[in-house]
């Protein structure tokens, strides 16, 4: 019974506090820091499992590890885990939100409330680069709301559960969107040559609505990590084993670090003109995935697109890149800038396999030879009044309706079909039946014939 009563009572605050952004439901001491009527601002870093314009209500319950940055102590345990919707409190910073989340849910939580380390919230929901295939929602709310809530949580004289009510927003799209592509020059994938030529012309079409940044990937040499990085020997690593990449041909002359030093070429192509990396890039994928020098063919290439200045730009921005204190940079053995700013959104990103498209952050798994799927899943991240948008979801309903017009007419034909088939069959049985029938009143008849004969010749 007083479950049920207390249940009635937190489904009836739900009701009066429907409106509001994020509101504590109880306990009052603490609810009436907060305006009730705009509630607690808030903004959603990451989704999860949960569908937009949902409803969360739950209990907070502080993180043992204040920053959730090592594994936390089960927030509930035997027959009491997995009841209610636990919602873990804590820091923001110390390490990624990958690993909070990871930590938190782990832990029991579905859902984590961050506090902020300052009272400035990023413009809008999900705008946060970093992990996004967690299964429960991380919420970011500012420093000064944190605190309210944190002081009441740490005085030991505050025994009451805080249960808080939050209304997801029902729509997250926006006025333009963030398009990352995690590749890298070892991926002979015959499709991203025709993705990156169709993506130009979507993205010149877009305009402004479209933000382009291409990423590569590279791995670190575990080996190489214990020793120090302080060996230059690994030859498809470069930086001490900081930056490796397999090698693309085994026995062939290409290596790792051949592929390594051509991924830093065409980010610098990136950072000197984003109009020559198009150029570049789309000739590197269809002449040099094969060529036995790499580098070679790239520098042909570049020498046919770019003009002198910017060729000795891009010379520049791969050794000044390196880190290091003599006047020439080791490319075995010093780190290298540009490629530890990528290793870190690397990270952030949780790229494990390459080629890999994020759309505002968030994996595409989505084939990306399939381009109309891809731009439909981009439009919905648009506001709908784009004209573009409006032409390509267009396009995709006159493609779904004559898909489904294709398979309605197939059907159609086949019971047509099967129709006929099936009135030649019921015609050819009957005709066998009436065939049958005569030959078997046939032989009834012979037979009765030769009893007659039987009886009316003399003994």
């Not at 959730?68 to 873990?88: D, H, T, V």
């Not at 109309?372 to 899943?377: A, Q, T």
């Not at 004559?402 to 005709?431: E, M, N, Q, S």
Request: glycine share 6%; charged share 25%.
């Amino acid at each position: 019974m007083k479950t049920f009563l207390a249940s009635l009572f937190l489904y009836t605050t739900i009701l009066a506090c429907i409106n509001a952004k994020l509101s504590v439901l109880s306990p009052q001491s603490l609810a009436t820091k907060f305006d009730r009527q705009a509630g607690i601002d808030f903004r959603v870093i990451q989704f999860g499992q949960t569908h937009f314009g949902a409803h969360f209500v739950g209990n907070l319950a502080l993180a043992n590890a204040i920053e959730a940055c090592s594994p936390l102590q089960p927030f509930r345990k035997g027959e009491e885990a997995g009841k209610g919707n636990i919602i873990a409190v804590a820091m923001s910073g110390g390490c990624q939100d990958s690993t909070k989340i990871r930590n938190a849910e782990q832990a029991g939580a579905k859902m984590i409330l961050l506090i902020n380390d300052n009272d400035r919230l990023p413009e809008e929901h999900g705008s946060r680069q970093g992990y996004q295939n967690s299964n429960i929602p991380l919420v970011l709310i500012s420093r000064t709301d944190g605190d309210s809530i944190l002081e009441y949580m740490q005085d030991d004289a505050n025994t009451e559960d805080i249960f808080i009510s939050m209304n997801f927003p029902n729509d997250l799209r926006k006025k333009t969107v963030n398009i990352d592509f995690w590749f890298s020059a070892a991926e002979k994938h015959k499709t991203t040559v025709k993705f990156l030529t169709h993506l130009r012309e979507v993205l010149e079409e877009f305009g402004d609505s479209f933000v382009f940044t291409p990423h590569y990937v590279t791995w670190t040499c575990a080996t190489c990590k214990l020793q120090g990085y302080t060996k230059g020997d690994n030859p498809d690593c470069i930086s001490g084993g900081r930056y490796c990449n397999p090698d693309p041909d085994d026995t062939g002359p290409l290596t790792g670090k051949d592929i390594v030093l051509e991924d830093l070429r065409q980010m610098c192509i990136w950072r000197i003109s984003q109009t020559l990396w198009w150029q570049y890039v789309v000739a590197f994928e269809k002449k040099c995935k094969d060529e036995k020098n790499v580098r070679q063919c790239g520098t042909d290439i570049l020498s046919g697109l770019a003009i002198f200045i910017q060729s000795k730009e891009i010379s520049k921005c791969i050794d000044s890149s390196f880190i290091t204190s003599s006047s020439t940079a080791n490319q075995d053995l010093d780190d290298n800038k540009l490629l530890q700013q990528e290793k870190v959104l690397q990270t952030q990103f949780d790229v494990t396999s390459f080629p890999m498209l994020y759309i505002n952050y968030k994996p595409y798994f989505g084939k990306i030879s399939k381009a109309h799927k891809l731009y439909e899943e981009i439009c919905k991240e648009l506001h709908t009044d784009t004209e573009v948008c409006q032409k390509i979801l267009n396009s995709a309903h006159k493609h779904h309706h004559t898909h489904f017009r294709d398979i309605a007419i197939v059907l159609v034909l086949v019971a047509l079909l099967g129709t006929v088939v099936l009135l030649c069959y019921r015609r050819l049985a009957k005709r066998e039946y009436k065939q049958m029938t005569m030959e078997a009143n046939n032989m009834v008849s012979n037979y009765f014939a030769m009893e007659d004969k039987e009886e009316l010749s003399p003994n």
